[in-house]
């Protein structure tokens, strides 16, 4: 299967990307260095009319939104906000343009924020999530989609066992290179939707800050079985931008932590041959 024409995100929901813009080129421009007036800029553009118009292409956005204050929804918007910052999308190809906007919107979309508890079974949640919006707003599926979505969908749900200090659930890497190769026959092999539905499964696949360890994160000898070359650039960015949008206006941070991203990423290029 070939990619036909990649929906563009940019032309279903403008007005965001237009506040994202707004706020880049402000904190660029070092107007904008304040969080607590990030935080109520962002508070403040979310009209019950915006909301509607990100639910229907992000099912579950007002969800998300409704825990801890809206917590998850300003880092995803914070998120977008990094990303026109980013060097690696700056100067990627329209294709890989595309596909990171799809997979930050998308990356934190099952996240359940409550009582302040880490919840580290958030990337597979929101991979499910996006499996089933992509088809939506018009992406190719495979002729095996609707048979396969439940189980699959089951399948990522259900791989997961209890953490080590007992508190919550973790991803069970067992079960990734099945889950995988089950977006390929739901999607197409390296098809748009598959890669955006594997880079926000695999978000939190990787230690690339030491300081906030991932749980569940893939041993040397995985990182070959679960990421392909085709996903190297678009996981990259995801995970430099998701990071960068945590320490959106430290520059000193921030710098800190792009470089123990890109550091984890050149050990992942060798493992995987890119």
Not at 40 to 56: H, K, L, N, P, Q
Request: hydrophobic share 45%; proline share 7%; aromatic share 6%.
């Amino acid at each position: 299967m070939t990619d036909a024409n990649i929906p563009q995100l940019r032309e279903l929901l403008p007005e965001l990307f237009e506040f994202a813009e707004t706020q880049a080129a402000q904190i660029e421009a070092g107007e904008l260095s304040s969080t607590d007036e990030l935080a109520a800029c962002i508070r403040d553009f979310y009209s019950v009319e915006r909301m509607a118009a990100i639910e229907t292409v992000a099912p579950g956005w007002r969800g998300m939104a409704g825990h801890a204050d809206g917590a998850t929804r300003r880092h995803i918007t914070e998120a977008l906000i990094a990303l026109q910052l980013l060097p690696e999308y700056r100067g990627a190809p329209a294709r890989l343009r595309q596909l990171i906007e799809w997979s930050v919107l998308y990356h934190d979309l099952g996240k359940k924020v409550i009582g302040g508890q880490r919840d580290s079974m958030h990337a597979f949640r929101s991979a499910t999530m996006a499996a089933r919006a992509l088809p939506r707003v018009g992406f190719a599926v495979s002729t095996a989609y609707p048979q396969m979505i439940d189980p699959w969908t089951r399948l990522v749900l259900g791989a997961s066992h209890a953490a080590p200090d007992g508190k919550g659930l973790v991803p069970d890497k067992r079960s990734l290179p099945e889950i995988l190769a089950g977006t390929e026959q739901l999607f197409g092999t390296a098809s748009a939707a598959a890669l955006i539905v594997q880079a926000v499964l695999l978000h939190q696949s990787l230690n690339v800050v030491p300081e906030w360890p991932n749980p569940g994160s893939l041993a040397e000898a995985e990182v070959p079985l679960c990421i392909r070359p085709a996903l190297l650039p678009l996981l990259e960015a995801m995970m430099l931008v998701d990071s960068d949008a945590w320490q959106l206006l430290d520059p000193s941070r921030k710098a800190k932590f792009r470089k123990s991203t890109l550091e984890v990423f050149a050990t992942v290029r060798s493992l995987v041959g890119a």
